[in-house]
């Protein structure tokens, strides 16, 4: 086991979803606990063949990307609220998403 991975806990997720859209996400980091919280404004919609996220690596997981995802989150004292938009351009070949942060 590395030590990156000794040192990080699970992520814990607490959440009365879809009563309330707000979600409590908490971790632990070389003893010290984190919190991070999510308010859910739109789940959004999975097109038929939707895009899934990039990999960092070969055996990392991917997900589906939902068109209308909207979360607000705050980060450093500072409000930030993402979206992602499907974007089908003319040629419906491909599809593009905006990410809006």
């Known amino acids: 086991m590395s030590e990156q991975s000794e040192n990080f806990s699970s992520r814990v997720f607490i959440h009365n979803y879809p009563t309330s859209s707000r979600i409590e996400a908490h971790y632990q980091s070389n003893g010290r606990l ?3 919280y999510y308010n859910i404004i739109s789940l959004g919609t999975y097109p038929v063949n939707p895009k899934l996220t990039q990999r960092s690596r070969k055996d ?6 939902p068109d209308n ?6 980060f450093s004292e500072r409000n930030i609220r993402c979206e992602t938009t499907l974007l089908k351009p003319l040629n419906f070949k491909k599809y593009f998403y905006d990410i809006v942060l």
């Open 60 to 65: 990392t997981r991917q997900y589906p990307i």
């Open 69 to 74: 995802y909207i979360v607000e989150t705050e």
């Open 34 to 36: 984190y919190s991070s």
